[in-house]
């Protein structure tokens, strides 16, 4: 069943985990076998492909956008930055004298973290410079 819900990877990792508390179990007798080693994971199903946004559908949807989005779809499109990490961006983390982006953030529902990667600089070319210099100036 949680095949159907979860990805294939998924549902192994937690098969292996209650093995593992399951031989614990056998091991200390409070169960008499591990029912865990005897199941069998359904096959593996291949993701469907992907799709892409063309150059043209992304230049519509960034004029068909306002204040902020439009400049989180930019940061997102020119520096391949995951939404939690845009999200988790402050102006201390931004270097224009350098043209960095420090990476050592992300928020994830409503809860700032560590980015799910490591952190990291990534380079700002002049469109991300732009759009952080343009929102930097509206911010204050």
């Known amino acids: 069943q949680k095949s159907q819900q979860l990805s294939g990877q998924t549902v192994h ?28 994971l359904p096959r593996a199903v291949r993701p469907a492909e ?14 068909a ?9 930019l940061l997102a ?16 983390a931004v270097d224009f004298d350098r043209r960095l982006l420090h990476i050592r953030e992300r928020v994830y529902e409503g809860v700032y973290d ?12 002049e469109g991300v410079y732009a759009v952080l210099r343009a929102r930097h100036e509206a911010s204050r």
Not at 50 to 63: D, F, G, K, N
Not at 65 to 73: C, D, G, I, N
Not at 118 to 124: G, I, S
């Open 77 to 92: 499109v020119l520096t391949g930055l995951r939404r939690g990490e845009i999200f988790g961006l402050r102006w201390k």
């Open 114 to 125: 560590i980015p799910k990667g490591r952190a990291r600089a990534v380079p700002m070319g």
């Open 50 to 63: 992907q799709s892409y946004l063309t150059v043209e559908q992304t230049r519509q949807l960034i004029a």
């Open 65 to 73: 956008l306002e204040e902020p989005a439009r400049s989180a779809v």
């Open 13 to 40: 990792h937690l098969r292996v985990l209650l093995s593992r508390i399951l031989g614990e179990a056998l091991l200390w007798g409070y169960v008499h076998e591990n029912v865990a080693q005897g199941t069998r």
